[in-house]
């Protein structure tokens, strides 16, 4: 089993910059990819960001120069930096693994980031 607890959520005005953390517990050697989804309210989950257990990058195009995510796997956690943040950010966001492991997929609790015009 894994574990996913994310923080850093929170209310910011546009234009400003949150830096998300999902601390990774449980079997973490069976992990293979970690990313970053997130849900607007009405729309469906989309990616925002991953990364590969090489370190190895993925993100949309939209949000590729705005979002990064990185990994400390000392702290076996993983960050999303969201800059210049706009209105149509807000929404949940929510920390993914795939593993090796049954079920395969997990998903944490998320955390609400809201972006004030």
């Known amino acids: 089993q894994v574990q996913l607890v994310e923080s850093g959520g929170g209310l910011v005005q546009a234009g400003g910059s949150l830096r998300l953390s999902c601390a990774v517990s449980?079997?973490?050697?069976?992990?293979?990819?970690m990313a970053w989804y997130r849900q607007a309210p009405g729309k469906q989950r989309e990616l925002v960001a991953s990364?590969?257990?090489?370190?190895?990058?993925n993100s949309p195009d939209s949000l590729k120069g705005r979002f990064t995510i990185s990994r400390d796997n000392a702290k076996n956690t993983v960050y999303l930096q969201m800059n210049s943040l706009k209105p149509e950010d807000t929404a949940d966001y929510y920390c993914?693994?795939?593993?090796?492991?049954?079920?395969?997929?997990?998903w944490g609790q998320g955390t609400q980031v809201t972006v004030s015009s």
């Open positions: 993914h693994a795939r593993s090796t492991l049954a079920p395969y997929v997990y």
């Open positions: 990364i590969t257990n090489g370190g190895s990058t």
């Open positions: 449980g079997n973490i050697l069976s992990i293979n990819v």
